[in-house]
């Protein structure tokens, strides 16, 4: 009987890990996508050059992926040692979620970073600047201002037009997007803090399940081996 409770949760939990695998897959694929496709997703602070979209992406979804296949091992296996590494490398996982914040000096890092916006080798930041100020209707990173300020001149991205067409942030009389891009990020994040709650929470109990059959099964199996042991 016990032995069958024990094969249950150990096919259990092989299942539970091989769907983690397969969503650290598609995170790696759409990670290395992005990489690929570069340009609209390259980062916006000068501070952390690497931090961008993909690399972000990349990055989660191998911890996603390792974290799966260690997990299926050690299922199959029964192995004390991997179904430990999981429940820690879960437990890892869980605070970065838990503790990543905004940064006090992010706004004046953003503004920083405009000052690369013409750079040659920045395309990837200029492009999604632009993207980003002609979805959200928005520029510079608190107003369009921002912009004199890093370009040394009296001029703005052609994407901070209200109306739209080539060389147009040059003429000071168009009329320009007046609130900052910065702001309606954070409209945003209050407009949508119930489902980017929800998703915490779905990615909360997840991670609690995953803890939850690693350390059955590494008690199952404990167990088992000291009953065999007597």
Known sequence: MARGCLCCLKYTMFVFNLIFWLC??????????????????????????????ANMVIAIGAIVMVTGFLGCLGAIKENKCLLLSVNCLLLSMNKLIVL???????????????????ADNNIGLRNAWNIIQAEWKCCGVTGYTDWHEA???KVVPDRCCQEHYQECGRNSTNMFWTRGCYEKVEEWLEDNKHLLGTIGMCILVVQLLGMAFSMTLFHQIHRSGKKYDA
Request: glycine letters at 12%; aromatic letters at 10%.
């Open 24 to 53: 650290g897959c598609g995170l790696l694929g759409v990670g290395i996508w992005l990489s690929v496709s570069q340009g609209s997703f390259a980062t916006f602070s000068p501070s952390f050059p690497s931090l961008s979209a």
């Open 151 to 153: 370009l040394k001149e």
């Open 100 to 118: 990543q914040q905004v940064s006090e000096n992010a706004k004046q890092d953003l503004k920083d970073g405009l000052a690369l916006y013409n």
